[in-house]
Nanobody, 123 residues
Framework: QVQLLESGGGRVQPGGSLKLSCVAS????????MGWYRQAPGKERELVAV???????DYAESVKGRFTIARDNSKNVVYLQMNNLKPEDTATYYC?????????????????WGQGTLVTVSS
């Protein structure tokens, strides 16, 4: 059983910053991908950033240059540093661990999800 626990969400003004954290616990292979997805009301879930075992990362075009994903494998933690936040970044952000493949940037292997943390960008 794998559990993912997110923290760090909240309300911030446009142009501000937040840092999300996700701690993984349980039993899982060392080779896995961890990432962040988000879902805004009335919209589909979309990739924000994913780290493929620390060597390669992928970002949504809308967050490139503003968001940075990082992992600390010694602590089983993945972070998402979000800078220059915009109102359109408002969403519930979900941590994901995927063991396996992706299709259209969606995890298609054995996928685990956190409960989500709300990020609101508003003045």
């Amino acid at each position: 059983q794998v559990q993912l626990l997110e923290s760090g969400g909240g309300r911030v003004q446009p142009g501000g910053s937040l840092k999300l954290s996700c701690v993984a616990s349980g039993t899982f292979p060392s080779v896995n991908a961890m990432g962040w997805y988000r879902q805004a009301p009335g919209k589909e879930r979309e990739l924000v950033a994913v780290d493929y075992s620390g060597a390669v990362a992928d970002y949504a075009e809308s967050v490139k240059g503003r968001f940075t994903i990082a992992r600390d494998n010694s602590k089983n933690v993945v972070y998402l540093q979000m800078n220059n936040l915009k109102p359109e970044d408002t969403a519930t952000y979900y941590c994901n661990m995927n063991i396996g493949s992706y299709s259209d940037r969606q995890p298609k292997g054995i996928a685990y999800w956190g409960q989500g943390t709300l990020v609101t960008v508003s003045s």
